[in-house]
């Protein structure tokens, strides 16, 4: 054999190797693709992703869309995370960046959903917030045990303790502290927009001085019918803006989107300030296989959006729910509304 075939040989041995390792070996990284999406103002196997209790919800015609961006388990292999690099439709990340190495799989997941949760609670309020209804001790859920259990129920607004007026947590504190545990004392509660009075008997409190009723209370406008948000397997905060739109269109006196297929992401605060996501590239390319007219893009993500434009999808820069609503006044107006 020739030193040449030789090399030859060693050579093509070494590609073959390097090939099958580069096919099978894990690298660091997940690859992240346009995730499924989800028409706030439509149904996920039947049943309403919005539903309202309390009063009819408004007909509708478009579509209101979050967007989500789909992640692969780690372990990519080398070969897979060359490929994603050069495809537009993935982006490939450091698995640390969407996988903590101090949680498990299921430990994050959990955490995004929380943080799902956490984003309906805020959306919810920021649109009965638009809707000017007003600001209320509201109860989010009742602790284990409660003696409450059976007379309060999540979404009653708390109006009186023991006959005094509640309007905010720190006075509802104040009236607890001053009834000795044990008491059996009338709270006041609006339920669906209807006046109730519950006879509760309290419990002392653990960490400061009287009772205790047991519930979880925030302070958010309460208004005469309850909402309810079911999405399903979805993570994180960035469904807050479309979530807050879809409230409002639903419940409102304006039909938002005109008739027009209308996508978009980003969080939102129960004031209604929207805040910057993640996977906002992949996220428009959702959007634009679904044909969607309008993209709201959170202020801070305009830089990247602008960077990947989608042919026929128009964006619009929004810092608010207000640059929310206003862009969709001007869709539905015929105007252009304000771009990055």
């Known amino acids: ?36 999406t989800f028409n706030t103002l439509g149904e996920v196997d039947g049943e309403p992703i919005i539903s309202v209790e309390g009063r009819e919800r408004n007909e509708t015609e478009g579509e209101l869309t979050l967007t989500t961006v789909g992640v692969s388990r780690a372990g990519l292999s080398l070969v897979e995370a060359v490929q994603g690099w050069f495809d537009s439709e993935v982006s490939v990340v450091p698995e640390e960046s969407v996988y903590p190495p101090d949680r498990t799989e299921e430990e994050t997941r959990e955490a995004n959903r929380q943080a799902f949760l956490t984003s309906e609670e805020a959306a919810e309020a920021a649109a009965l917030g638009e809707l000017g209804y007003p600001v209320k001790v509201v109860v989010r859920g009742l602790a284990e045990d409660s003696p409450s259990e059976g007379l309060l129920e999540e979404g009653d607004a708390i109006e009186s303790v023991d006959g005094r007026p509640t309007p905010d947590t720190e006075t509802l504190d104040e009236v607890l502290s001053a009834i000795p545990g044990g008491s059996t004392v009338p709270v006041g509660y609006t339920r669906l927009g ?22 979880l209370v925030r302070e958010q406008p309460s208004a005469p019918f309850d909402v309810d948000i079911r999405v399903e397997d979805v993570g994180g905060p960035s469904a807050g803006l479309m979530l807050a739109l879809g409230i409002l269109d639903l419940v409102g006196d304006t039909d938002l989107t005109g008739g027009a297929k209308v996508a978009g992401t980003g969080t939102i605060d129960a004031e209604g300030a929207v805040g910057p996501i993640g996977g906002i590239q992949l996220k428009m390319v959702a959007a634009s296989d679904i044909g969607a007219e309008l993209f709201l893009v959170p202020a801070d993500n305009c830089a990247d959006a602008v960077a990947a434009p989608q042919p026929g999808l128009t964006i619009a820069r929004v810092a608010t729910l207000d640059d929310a609503l206003d862009a969709l006044a001007d869709l539905r107006a015929g105007r252009t509304p304000d771009a990055c």
């Open 194 to 215: 209807q006046p109730g009075t519950a006879s509760v008997t309290t419990r002392p409190a653990q960490d400061r001085p009287g009772s205790m009723l047991g519930v």
């Open 1 to 36: 054999m020739t030193r040449r075939i030789a090399v030859l040989s060693v050579g093509v041995v070494l590609l073959v190797v390097f090939g099958v390792l580069g096919a099978v070996v894990p690298v660091p990284y997940v690859a992240q693709v346009p995730g499924p």
